[in-house]
């Protein structure tokens, strides 16, 4: 059976256990490293006779490249290598790939692509020598640079089911809008690196990823080395949001001109590549149709969503994947189209899907609201569907309603004004907006390998990644929860891939699937300890380094060891991931202020209630709502990658003009937990958190600037130029 | 970077005419170096020849070239009497980069334009006779007035927009003599040489800012950007109106990043004063601004733009 | 190439000479030279502030500047302003209000703040208000408009300014 996970289990075990640490808003461990600059990321270990490299992108946008006149650079001061081996990358890998991505830099599938590595002593005389290579090409014009007017293919099968037009046909109520969301990056604030060494045949590679057990693999496939030869370390990592999924071009060409000059090599990409060539979330065009009856009851439901790819990638953003179960509606199309374009690779960016689905359906569904005269959380309500529409499927755990009625609350959305353009202070309309949230969840394979040590201490151990998710902390308590152990006799070891294989950080999987591997690899030392104190595992009660039973006096845990415990937990995803539909809720409320004269909008505050199972660390939890909701105040109001439509360049490749929000575009912000646990998704009862913080927020931003000054745009991000050219006269009175 | 050679100025006799390219704080040079857009053989690093002392002189003020952005906003003087000064300088950038660029350097920044900064564009002022990449590409920051066939680029800072409103004057050192220039006329149109940004001839250095005597009247620097604080301007208004019983007796108005320099038009000025505050003013004043406005796509929405913030800042500064 | 004159930079209260590439930026100074890699890249062009650290007590981007123009100067950088076993207040808040995720951007968070606080001493202006001397604990919105030179891509912008506010009231009642 290896872990699989078939069978709910409703033990809830964590709520039984003594310790009283699970949840509770611990400090993160590592903290007092991070906050003194001493958690080391990817460039920064000191490795002897490190040499430096810097990739060269392509200056045609498609073709292939015929000459690299090494010659000129290899004489330049420090140079020690120009290389443009088949093995490097042309396209990053996809998340959880496991394979090598495209190879061989000679073909060039989209501007700046990686052609070439040169390698020097210092980091300076590289990239002089990397912007002074002259490389010939033969430019090709195959593939279009934007998706307007192109041919698509399915991304994904369509949902259909009932009849939406004729439906559509006879509703009283309807909408029928067409939204567009641009281009995003992840922009982690570390930039890709890898530092490769070579001891013989086998390969250490310092790196930034977020899912070792399948970096390893696309490592080993691309180098055409044995996995087993294969390390990665990453034991902090500054940041991914899906950009390091998969390994990317600095891997491998560090590991390519490392092996060549037999000393380590370092590769960090530039601010500038880690926009032109790593993953861009991509744009959509989205239409969505809603029908409802007098008594505003979805039948009705079609949304559709134009993405685009380089040829060849299978990744389509799976726009509708939280519309397929979020509200009622019969009858309905869900589909996805994509276009083949020469852009920089499509890929996972912070919820993918359901960060740009949501805003747009979200945006949709108030208009209907607006349409029918209903308040906003009303018509949500009242459509919260018994089954999954179309299949019948039956819902684990979900607590809409329960996030829309405490959201509502705490923010006071009963204060908001019916109609548009009712609150004016000075230069601004002032405006309230809401929005659902929803994120689907799932398990993926997992193991951990936990240790009691004769001393009774605890040390967790896995390859899984902390991305500043909070992995440290929560891996910690589950195990501190378990065994009880204080906190601090508990030690977690992570980001090695040498270590037993955790489900890595994506898709909101990461605690629910480790921290479940945790669970088990602690079960299994309770089971010895109970063997020992000669009781049932489920019986055996463990705190503050004492066990005991029902009739069994409290005695030390160290009296119960004669040596070290090590256990290796499993989880994998059994029947529980199909026999019910698993996802997390929640809902947005905003304020905002949008100025009559110039359009720009500033939030004033913002709350999100959320459920995501149960909570395993307060404030860690906490901080991946604020995020996933600052992601959605960058979506609604100023992130957007202007790609040029001549050439497929990217324009704004830096953080100066691709605008992530900074300090002063965040409001007072409050995140409320719906009570919850979900033994359909984990033993645990927990759930993912980290991005559904951002499903829908967006949405709930826009519907906020209609409420304050009567603008419905429809297209993201809400910038000033397009919110003043629908705003009434500043000085109407 | 390319190599370059580096060497510190003692005095300003060493940074006049030197051949080499000045360096100060460093914060629009080096982004640049590093972009490969700027690729100076020598720098002349003149953070050591003093010019960096706020003094008064007659009734206006003169601002050392090497007084950093913090300094100047935060000098009591220029709160008090040049507040259009401080507000300027602290809408732009971040507090990081102001403890870094200088007085001089800033009215030397260079544009945003993302094709002048990226080597693989034609950029008539990066690369002269190669062409302008920005007019049918993604213009969006782009300038709407003064523009030329070459260039379409916009002058990005806050400061001299400021100071263009104040009409402030530009102190120069040059090998045989100094000079002034009204920072009005300091920054040139692109026209067909759009390489040429400034008047600094070769081997001058600026050494200072004069601010004229102290105008009375409200001060309002008034940026719109994408961001809340930490971005580039759209586009920016300084205006100091002064109101004499119900009507504006004074008005000084300069516009930033709508050209490829902070715009000055004294018709402006002259249509305001002496009248009575009402929208319908602002609109003129607007149709006087925008007479020769030309949108290229993504940047239209400067046109409109312009006009319901100029309105904003004049309704503000009026009350009405 | 003309002779390059040296530097001596004090960092953390240690003399450095450097003599080296007048092309090394301070921040590569630091990270490379030195090995003091608390302080970070994220942009290398002061977009974000990572690199943020203090010279002559003032908050800069080091990776906006030479290291040879900083003859004479005296940088504090992160590490000077606490280690992990002997954390300054506002390091210990920044831990205690989770003002951090992936802890890239966090040690310019740190530095950048730590000179701000410095900085509303000395009266300092900013574009939301001309002068806060007389209110020792600002407002939220005070903090945010004066942070904003630091970016963080994780978004733990709230815990930050919580953090920041936690310190600041804290030394104000000391």
């Given amino acids: 059976m290896f872990g699989t996970y078939d069978r709910p289990d409703q033990r809830n075990m964590l709520d039984q256990t003594r310790q009283g640490v699970i949840g509770k808003p611990l400090d993160r461990p590592e903290g007092h490293l991070k906050v003194a600059g001493q958690a080391t990321y990817a460039a920064e270990y000191q490795r002897p006779n490190c040499a430096e490299g810097v990739l060269v992108g392509a200056t045609i946008s498609q073709g292939r490249v015929t000459a690299i006149h090494r010659d000129k650079v290899m004489s330049m001061p420090g140079v020690l290598g120009v290389y443009a081996a088949d093995a490097m990358l042309r396209r990053a890998a996809q998340g959880m790939a496991a394979e090598a991505p495209k190879q061989d830099v000679q073909i060039v599938d989209f501007p700046m692509q990686p052609v070439a590595l040169v390698v020097a002593e210092t980091f300076e005389q590289a990239t002089a020598a990397a912007k002074a290579l002259q490389i010939d090409y033969e430019e090709t014009s195959d593939v279009p640079f934007s998706p307007k007017g192109q041919e698509t293919e399915p991304g994904s099968e369509p949902i259909e089911s009932g009849d939406l037009e004729a439906t559509m046909a006879q509703m009283a109520h309807t909408i029928d809008v067409t939204y567009t969301t641009p281009g995003h990056a992840s922009a982690a604030m570390e930039p890709h690196a890898s530092i490769a060494e070579w001891d013989g045949d086998k390969l250490t590679l310092w790196g930034s990823f977020q899912m070792l057990r399948y970096n390893v693999k696309e490592l080993a496939d691309s180098l055409g080395v044995a996995s087993r030869n294969v390390k990665i370390m990453s034991p902090y990592v500054g940041g991914g949001f899906g950009s390091k999924l998969g390994i990317s071009h600095d891997a491998i060409a560090a590991a390519v001109a490392a092996r060549d000059l037999g000393r380590p090599v370092r590769v960090v990409l530039t601010r500038q590549q880690v926009f032109e060539i790593i993953m861009r979330r991509s744009e959509t065009e989205q239409r969505v149709r809603l029908g409802a009856d007098e008594k505003g009851r979805l039948q009705a439901l079609g949304h559709e969503a134009w993405v685009s790819n380089l040829p060849e990638e299978s990744f389509a953003e799976p726009v509708v994947q939280a519309t397929q179960f979020l509200y009622a509606g019969e009858n309905r199309r869900l589909a996805v189209e994509l276009a083949r374009i020469c852009r920089v690779t499509a890929g996972s960016v912070r919820a993918p899907g359901e960060a740009v689905g949501m805003q747009v359906l979200e945006a949709a569904m108030d208009e209907l609201a607006c349409e029918m005269q209903i308040d906003p959380v009303k018509l949500r309500k009242r459509n919260i569907p018994s089954t999954v529409p179309g299949d019948d499927t039956p819902y684990a755990s979900r607590k809409l309603a329960e996030a829309l009625d405490e959201g509502a609350k705490a923010f006071g959305w009963d204060k908001r004004a019916k109609k548009p353009c009712q609150r004016r202070e000075g230069e601004w309309w002032i405006g309230m907006g809401m929005a659902s949230a929803a994120r689907v969840n799932m398990i993926m394979p997992a193991q951990a390998r936990v240790t009691m040590r004769a001393d009774g201490s605890v040390l967790v151990q896995s390859d899984q990644t902390d991305i500043g998710t909070g992995s440290y902390a929560i891996l910690g308590q589950i195990a501190a929860e378990m065994l009880g152990q204080p906190i601090d006799r508990t030690t977690v070891e992570l980001g090695d891939s040498s270590l037993p294989s955790g489900a890595g950080s994506g898709g909101s999987f990461g605690a629910a699937s480790t921290g479940s591997a945790v669970f088990r690899a602690c079960e299994a030392i309770r089971a010895v300890l109970a063997g020992r104190l000669k009781c049932r595992p489920d019986d055996l009660q463990l705190q503050d380094g004492k066990a005991w039973a029902e009739g069994i006096e409290p005695r030390d845990v160290t009296d119960l060891l004669d040596g070290d415990i090590a256990k290796i937990g499993r989880i994998k995803p059994g029947k529980t991931s199909n026999s019910h539909q698993q996802a997390t809720y929640g809902a947005f409320f905003v304020e905002v202020a949008v100025n009559a004269f110039t359009g720009e909008t500033r939030l004033r505050r913002m709350t999100g209630a959320f459920g995501i199972g149960r909570v395993l660390n307060e404030k860690t939890a906490r901080s991946q709502c604020l995020g996933g909701m600052v992601w959605g105040i960058g979506s609604a109001l100023t992130e957007e990658l202007a790609f040029d439509e001549r050439d497929g360049h990217l324009v704004n490749h830096d953080l100066a003009e691709y605008h992530v929000p900074v300090h002063r575009d965040i409001p007072p912000m409050e995140v409320i937990f719906v009570e919850e646990r979900d033994p359909v998704a984990s033993p645990i009862q927990a759930k993912g958190v980290g991005e559904l913080g951002i499903c829908g927020a967006a949405g709930a931003i826009s519907n906020a600037i209609y409420n304050a000054c009567g603008v419905r745009l429809r297209s993201f991000p809400m910038t000033p130029d397009k919110v003043l050219a629908e705003l009434p006269d500043p000085f109407a009175k | 970077m390319k190599a370059f050679d580096y060497a510190r100025a003692a005095d300003l006799p060493d940074a006049v005419g030197s051949d080499a390219k000045l360096i100060a704080g460093g914060t629009n040079l080096l982004d640049l170096m590093k972009l490969e857009v700027e690729t100076p053989d020598a720098l002349l690093d003149i953070n050591r020849i003093g010019l960096d002392l706020i003094e008064p002189e007659g009734d206006g003020l003169r601002v050392g070239a090497l007084v950093t952005n913090s300094d100047c906003a935060a000098d009591a003087r220029v709160r008090k009497d040049w507040p259009l000064l401080s507000k300027a300088i602290l809408a732009g950038a971040s507090p990081q980069l102001r403890n870094k660029a200088t007085t001089g350097g800033n009215l030397c920044q260079r544009t945003r334009c993302g094709y002048f900064m990226d080597n693989q564009s034609p950029c008539n002022k990066r690369e002269p006779g190669t062409g302008c990449a920005a007019q049918g590409g993604f213009n969006r920051i782009h300038a709407i007035l003064g523009t030329s066939d070459a260039c379409i680029a916009t002058y990005p800072g806050d400061m001299a927009v400021a100071l263009s409103a104040l009409d402030a004057q530009v102190v120069i050192a040059g090998r045989s003599d100094s000079r002034t220039v009204r920072v009005r006329d300091f920054h040139v149109l692109p026209g067909d040489a759009p390489q040429h940004e400034n008047v600094l001839q070769p081997g001058e250095v600026i050494t200072g800012v004069t601010l004229p005597a102290p105008v009375e009247g409200v001060q309002i620097y008034r940026k719109v950007r994408d961001r809340a604080s930490y971005a580039f301007a759209l586009m920016s208004v300084a205006a100091v109106i002064r109101m004499d019983q119900g009507r504006i007796a004074h008005a000084q108005l300069a516009f930033g990043s709508l050209a490829h320099k902070p715009w000055h038009d004294p018709r402006i000025e002259e249509l305001l004063k002496g009248e009575t505050p009402t929208p319908a003013l602002f609109d003129k004043a607007a149709d006087l601004l925008l007479e020769d406005a030309k949108g290229y796509g993504a940047n239209d929405f400067k046109i409109p733009l312009a006009r319901r913030t100029l309105a904003a800042v004049l309704a503000e500064a009026t009350g009405v | ?174």
Avoid at chain 3, 39 to 45: F, I, L, M, S
Avoid at chain 3, 151 to 156: E, P, T
Wanted: aromatic share 4%.
């Fill in chain 3, 1 to 174: 190439m003309a002779h390059t004159p040296a530097a001596r930079i004090a960092v953390n209260g240690t003399y450095h000479d450097y003599n080296g590439d007048p092309r090394r930026s301070l921040l590569d100074f630091l990270r490379l030279e030195l090995g003091m890699t608390g302080t970070k890249k994220g942009c290398d062009h002061g977009q974000c502030g990572a690199c943020t650290v203090h010279v002559n007590g003032r908050r800069v981007n080091s990776c906006l500047s030479l290291a040879v123009m900083h003859d004479g100067d005296e940088i504090t950088t992160i590490e000077g302003i606490g280690m992990p076993d002997k954390l300054s207040a506002l390091q210990k808040a920044f831990v205690e209000h989770d003002g951090y995720q992936c802890g890239y951007c966090t040690p310019g968070q740190i530095c950048s703040a730590a000179a701000m606080i410095e900085e509303l001493k000395a009266d300092w202006p900013s574009a939301l208000t001309e002068g806060v001397a007389s209110n020792p604990v600002p407002s939220d919105d005070e903090l945010r408009e004066r942070m904003s030179g630091n970016l963080c891509r994780c978004g733990a912008y709230d815990n930050i300014i919580a953090a920041i506010k936690d310190a600041m009231g804290k030394e104000v009642a000391s």
